[in-house]
């Protein structure tokens, strides 16, 4: 696999997302000029395109100081700029987590868009204030931007954050910092990061197209900023935990593993932790043979993957190094020996998974199913019009029977337009039975009881501040969070039954019985979340050891972070709810909207057919030109669906025919109940 493959991966991943979001956008403006849009439509099709136009895929590089992480990060950013773009010189390393990123900016902010460094002072960690909290201010970052035409530009900001200051033992504690780790001048100064965070936004191919790159140096980072492993490193898609393969695992990374790497296994499956085993180089012997070399490699693959309980394959021993020099001379030997290309190999891996994820979304496949099975209605409509005029064509000269002919199709659609409206009635029933589910599942976490129990917690925090007392607090308020969230999940089971029963009563409508157990409420990923949240806060308790009382603004953070964390979690657990509250039903309301406008237009044609005086000819070539034109816009949607998505399959493929005969959907219903706890 040669060097550009990840980025060709890359490249065709944000290649797909474009396409569909082409195809939703225009999908939008179709319906716009044609004044038909329902409003399941307009929700759907807005929350696909927020949800295509967010979506990144996230790489976190973690591990100690001198692993090797900012070499990999300019391995795999060098292809662009044939140059190193952080500091790894000797001395010169990224002191302080870094995110890398691409972001267009705005027009009335000059330093929003790509081309600076933001750096956080390290100042600010004497508050509790969360990291989350001070990007939302401005004005406590230092802004340094640079031109990437001009190196040295680039290199000035980027050496920026390698820098330090010197600070006595006291300002280092109330930093967070233990002043028996840290390099002291002769003056008995104490050297730490100048920086607490760095935000660099960059213009990068690889950027550009979705990838974003966070660099945690060292324990004290993640010891100092809870958020990085209660939210950041949650949230990343990939993460590769960098060690030192000349040197084996040292206590520090097996400290980073166990508290706060291991449980992203459980949440997020084996292949999101790479274990890398960087300057693998340090083991080619010349004086070995090729084979007695890989065997070493192999061995300490294995044990490493034995210590950390990871599978092999997810083991990698690689040259961050000897790949990015390979890069530079076009080596394609070294760049094999690097085994640069096999860690490659794994992210594509990820970002397969992740497209994979990104597109079965719910979200995603209704916006389409709404697109197709507007096609596929509208071609019915055409061909029943164009049947209607053969038949009225044929009476052209029989006066008496063309107007009994308008009767009867007068009658007919009339008959049908009523049908359409009784499925209207029963939707508005159907929605306000969803909207009581809606309230019930509220209920147990709404913003104001939860605001309760934390501020009871923080009492309860305050009135015993000691090791004791904050472990039973936190675990007091993870025993009420479950006990909400078992009332959220017994009642999310009462909605689920109810909302396929309502796709096994209602009709003419295209949903197969997958496709109504996909629009069940899912509580699977807000349950996992809080048992993640909990298994972090006792993993940090855990951490603490006897230095409790030396720690207090390090717990103050953690415990800010925590409930910030909590915040999240029931606002985006509320949102879906107001999410399921306007989709559930969507496919429905969507058909029977869409039928009921093309049955309205259908019967404002007929009706104007049989009230015009002009002659029989000419009123049958009015009813052409208007089908003429249903059919011109038949073919502009055909044209939007013609755009082709690359990977994965396509969702904007034909529709089901409609109204196909359905088996009992409650066969579903056990599947589906059980895929929400």
Request: neutral net charge; contains cysteine.
């Amino acid at each position: 696999m040669d060097a550009t493959s990840f980025y060709q991966h890359m490249a065709e991943f944000a290649r797909w997302k474009d396409i569909f979001s082409q195809q939703l956008r225009q999908s939008q403006q179709w319906f716009n000029d044609h004044q038909n849009q329902s409003q399941a439509a307009r929700h759907c099709l807005q929350q696909a395109l927020t949800l295509l136009d967010n979506s990144s895929f996230t790489v976190a590089c973690v591990g100690e100081f001198s692993r090797g992480k900012t070499e990999l990060i300019n391995a795999l950013l060098f292809t662009e700029y044939g140059q190193r773009l952080l500091p790894s010189k000797p001395g010169r390393t990224t002191m302080c987590p870094t995110e890398i990123f691409y972001t267009p900016g705005t027009p009335t902010d000059d330093h929003s868009g790509p081309g600076y460094v933001r750096l956080l002072p390290i100042e600010t960690r004497r508050t509790t204030t969360s990291l989350n909290s001070f990007k939302r201010i401005p004005k406590n970052w230092v802004t340094l931007p640079f031109d990437v035409a001009h190196p040295e530009s680039v290199e000035r900001a980027m050496n920026a954050i390698s820098q330090v200051k010197l600070v006595d033992a006291s300002d280092a504690r109330a930093m967070g910092f233990d002043p028996q780790q840290l390099s002291a001048n002769q003056d008995g100064l104490l050297e730490v990061p100048r920086w607490r965070h760095a935000l660099i936004n960059l213009d990068h191919p690889l950027l550009r197209h979705g990838l974003r790159i966070l660099d945690t140096p060292g324990l004290n980072a993640l010891g100092n900023e809870p958020e990085l492993t209660l939210g950041t490193l949650q949230q990343a898609d990939a993460v590769i935990f960098l060690l030192a393969a000349d040197s084996g695992l040292s206590y520090s990374d097996v400290t980073i593993w166990q508290d706060h790497l291991k449980g992203l296994r459980a949440a997020q499956g084996q292949h999101s932790s790479i274990a890398l085993l960087n300057k693998v180089d340090a083991l080619w012997d010349d004086l070995e043979s090729a084979d007695s070399v890989a065997q070493n490699i192999h061995d300490l693959r294995e044990q490493t993957a034995r210590m950390l309980s990871q599978p092999i394959e997810n083991v990698v021993a690689i040259s961050a190094k000897q790949g990015l020099l390979a890069q530079a001379r076009r080596d394609q030997d070294l760049l094999q020996r690097s085994n640069l290309p096999q860690l490659e190999a794994l992210l594509i891996q990820q970002l397969s998974h992740n497209q994979q994820q990104l597109a079965g979304q719910r979200i995603l496949s209704d916006a389409a199913r709404i697109v197709k099975s507007t096609r596929s209605n509208l071609k019915s409509q055409l061909f029943r019009a164009d049947r209607e005029l053969e038949s009225l064509q044929q009476q052209l000269h029989r006066p008496a029977q063309f107007d009994a002919q308008v009767q009867s199709l007068r009658r007919d659609i009339r008959k049908q337009h009523q049908q359409y409206h009784r499925q209207q009635l029963d939707l508005r029933t159907y929605q306000r039975q969803i909207d009581q589910h809606c309230q019930q599942l509220r209920a147990p976490i709404t913003s104001f009881q939860l605001e309760g129990l934390i501020g009871s917690t923080h009492q309860d925090m305050v009135k015993s501040w000691s090791f004791v007392g904050l472990s039973k607090a936190v675990d007091d308020f993870f025993q009420q969070l479950r006990q909400r969230m078992s009332r959220v999940e017994k009642e999310t089971r009462t909605a689920n039954t109810t909302l396929l029963s309502i796709y096994e009563r209602a009709q003419n409508h295209s949903c197969s019985p997958e496709d109504a157990s996909s629009h069940c409420f899912q509580l699977r990923n807000h349950m996992q979340r809080l048992r993640q949240l909990e298994h972090q806060a006792q993993q940090f308790r855990r951490s603490l050891g006897n230095i409790f009382n030396i720690k207090q603004r390090v717990i103050g953070r953690f415990i800010n972070s925590l409930v910030q964390e909590v915040r999240a979690m029931n606002t985006d657990l509320n949102t879906a709810i107001d999410h399921w509250k306007q989709e559930a039903l969507a496919p429905l309301s969507h058909e029977t909207h869409y039928q009921k406008s093309l049955l309205d237009q259908q019967m404002l044609h007929i009706t104007h057919l049989n009230q015009q005086q002009s002659s029989q000819t000419q009123r049958l070539q009015t009813l052409g030109t208007q089908i003429t034109q249903q059919r011109e816009s038949l073919a502009e949607l055909e044209r939007i669906l013609d755009l082709q998505p690359c990977r994965p399959p396509q969702l904007l493929q034909d529709a089901p025919p409609p109204h196909r005969t359905r088996k009992s959907m409650t066969a579903q219903a056990s599947a589906a109940l059980v895929s929400t706890a």
